[in-house]
């Protein structure tokens, strides 16, 4: 272009002010400069912008057209600037968030809730897959974050604790288990449990494992290549029983109830960490990872990370 953004604001401003003098003073610059730059811009456009006289200035009816387009072009600019710095302070851009549960109710999907609102001009998208695809993306730079169950070290990812959730049994309402407020892990132990192979299934599995009474036989979970919500729609018909997280009790599905487990120690317990590369500049990323790190009051260093 023959002129810049700098002369345009010179011009509008000698427009709204009908003077080089009041428009000098309202930009706080000299005179002479103003009126050097605008002189420079009628040269550029090849007519007259104003009319000068020693009441001010005026309009000319090519400069009147002119101002008009350069008012859309200066707050197109202001616009365009303003996105910039907002994207590059992570208020504005976009994050890819992976995970590979259910965020129906829990602090996941709370958190994505309150974060949209407080980023409006963030747009998130989630990406639901099995872990092995999700550091996969975060390999190649495909997914920001990844927000998973349990706390796995991978090597080139860093690993922070989240939030715990609450570990629930989803049962049939006719299950006299049903009845009771709280399912103890040894009123489990004769149940027939139905997981899906994807993930979480298989966590879920080794944590029953782990946590199921000691018998003379083993726990009777069956492994099912089907989704967590198809499993729990059948539930209903009194085929077995299945383990969820808090974060997908705010599903409803016919004839099916969600009871809190308890161990020795009190409530079941699942931890969630947030995964993510060591070399991602994504503004968006660093803000979000200030938001969570604030809003659950954690305390992983963010500053080596991002300098």
């Avoid at 200066?74 to 992570?90: E, F, H």
């Avoid at 290549?225 to 383990?243: A, D, F, M």
Wanted: proline letters at 4%; aromatic letters at 6%; glycine letters at 8%.
């Amino acid at each position: 272009m023959p002129f810049d953004i700098r002369q345009l604001r010179y011009a509008i401003a000698a427009a709204d002010h009908g003077s080089f003098y009041r428009a000098a003073r309202a930009l706080d610059i000299e005179q002479s400069t103003l009126s050097r730059n605008i002189l420079k811009l009628e040269r550029a456009v090849g007519t007259p912008i104003f009319e000068r006289s020693r009441a001010g200035v005026t309009t000319t009816l090519a400069g009147n057209t002119f101002l008009r387009g350069a008012r859309s072009i200066v707050v197109n600019a202001d616009k365009l600037v303003a996105m910039m710095r907002a994207a590059g302070q992570g208020r504005a851009g976009g994050l890819r968030l992976g995970h590979n549960s259910s965020v129906s109710a829990g602090h996941l999907r709370a958190t994505m809730m309150n974060w949209s609102q407080a980023h409006p001009a963030v747009e998130v998208e989630c990406v639901e897959a099995d872990r092995n695809v999700l550091l996969a993306g975060l390999d190649t730079s495909e997914i920001d974050i990844a927000i998973l169950m349990g706390a796995l070290s991978h090597d080139g990812f860093r690993c922070e604790a989240l939030w715990s959730e609450r570990v629930l049994v989803a049962l049939p309402a006719s299950s006299p288990l049903a009845e009771r407020e709280v399912v103890h892990w040894t009123d489990l132990r004769n149940e027939r449990f139905l997981l899906p192979a994807a993930d979480p299934g298989s966590e879920i599995r080794d944590m029953l494992l782990g946590r199921l009474p000691a018998s003379a036989s083993k726990p009777d979970i069956r492994m099912h290549q089907s989704s967590r919500e198809t499993i729990l729609s059948v539930l209903g018909g009194g085929r077995g029983v299945t383990i969820v997280c808090e974060g997908a009790t705010g599903a409803r599905y016919p004839d099916v109830v969600y009871r809190p487990i308890h161990g020795e120690q009190g409530p079941a317990l699942l931890g969630y960490s947030g995964y993510w590369r060591d070399d991602n500049r994504n503004p968006a990323l660093r803000r979000f990872l200030g938001f969570i790190k604030t809003r659950y009051a954690l305390s992983f260093d963010l500053v080596q990370q991002f300098q």
